[in-house]
């Protein structure tokens, strides 16, 4: 019984000491000696406990514990920070009969990561042309994890591209481990494809890949609405961004339950980048094709290259990729 109480209190250190070193403000230095100071502090009450005196040391445990944990939920999300340009506002907007209004859609002009033109713009889109979705996977460095974009289409060739990202302040660099411990903010962007995805396989030198989904229209429209209205919610209630729970894969997947009914659970709705072999289980992409025939038509990265910042840039990348029967 001793062992696991040592190693819950030695498992509740750990956690501690990550959480000082991504929320308490100052230079590395001084938060490497709140994380050292912690660290004695936390030997001393384990060495106490199994050695005593045992009574004092578990007093000090449990009035550290209460203290941490006061402290871990009296932290509160914001949207009153020095956020980076590309997530500094939140998109939103107001949907009336057929006509949906989305303020601060994203229409960036990329060079490099620090060399950019700014531009937040106000578009209208007749909901009636709406008619299809398409999923982007953006990967980097390992396979398993990939950022997820959904871009709705509309009759005449018109896109809107949604992402679930963190909202990062000035000269913050993402973490994935940071996004466990309320670093950042969640942030919901619509952006033009040729900002959205354009940054990531021209600037960043990310490796994309496109597939259209089998949705009929009614659930496009519905999940579209869905993005609005997470996005106006983050205005008047900010939350935090997590790694695991609330992220560009578990936001959708809560919203498309709720859209489609009962949708089965899979350890690749948590690994973001086998997200489409989960789709594909279920019927949601094109079913005359297997998944490597359609990973193959859809990876976009060289034709994004070449595009560049061709206006066209939206159909260039589908080049190739075979359209949906009609449903």
């Not at 500094?88 to 949907?95: D, F, L, Y």
């Not at 060399?115 to 460095?141: F, G, H, P």
Request: aromatic share 12%; net charge positive.
């Amino acid at each position: 019984m001793l062992s696991l109480v040592l190693a819950a209190v030695a498992a509740f250190s750990a956690w501690t000491a990550a959480a000082l070193w991504f929320q308490t403000p100052g230079a590395a230095v001084k938060r490497w000696c709140r994380v050292v100071l912690w660290t004695g502090f936390s030997l001393a009450v384990l060495v106490g406990m199994a050695h005593g005196p045992r009574m004092l040391a578990t007093a000090a445990c449990v009035g550290a514990c209460a203290c941490v944990l006061l402290w871990w939920y009296s932290l509160r999300p914001s949207n009153d920070r020095p956020w980076a340009d590309d997530v500094a506002n939140i998109v939103n907007g107001q949907i009336t009969g057929d006509e949906a209004v989305l303020h601060n859609v994203r229409n960036f002009s990329w060079r490099s990561t620090t060399d950019y033109t700014v531009r937040w713009e106000t578009r209208r889109y007749d909901l009636r042309r709406l008619d299809s979705i398409d999923m982007i996977m953006s990967y980097w460095n390992v396979p398993g994890i990939a950022h997820v974009l959904f871009s709705f289409g509309f009759a005449g060739g018109e896109r809107v591209a949604f992402s679930v990202e963190i909202r990062r302040q000035k000269h913050q660099a993402y973490s994935p481990v940071g996004g466990f411990f309320k670093e950042f903010e969640l942030s919901i962007v619509a952006a033009d494809e040729r900002d959205i995805v354009r940054v990531r396989t021209n600037v960043r030198g990310e490796d994309d890949y496109l597939y259209r989904l089998r949705l009929p229209r009614p659930a496009i429209r519905s999940l579209f609405a869905a993005y609005l209205e997470q996005s106006n919610a983050l205005l008047s209630k900010p939350r935090f961004y997590n790694t695991l729970t609330v992220n560009c894969t578990m936001l959708v997947y809560h919203m498309m339950r709720h859209i489609v009914g009962r949708l089965p659970f899979s350890y690749r709705v948590l690994l973001s980048g086998y997200l489409p072999g989960y789709v594909y289980s279920v019927g949601g992409l094109d079913m005359r094709f297997s998944l490597p025939q359609l990973r193959a038509f859809g990876r976009i990265t060289a034709r994004a290259k070449a595009a560049d910042d061709d206006p066209q840039f939206s159909a260039a990348i589908r080049v190739g990729i075979p359209p949906l029967e009609s449903q």
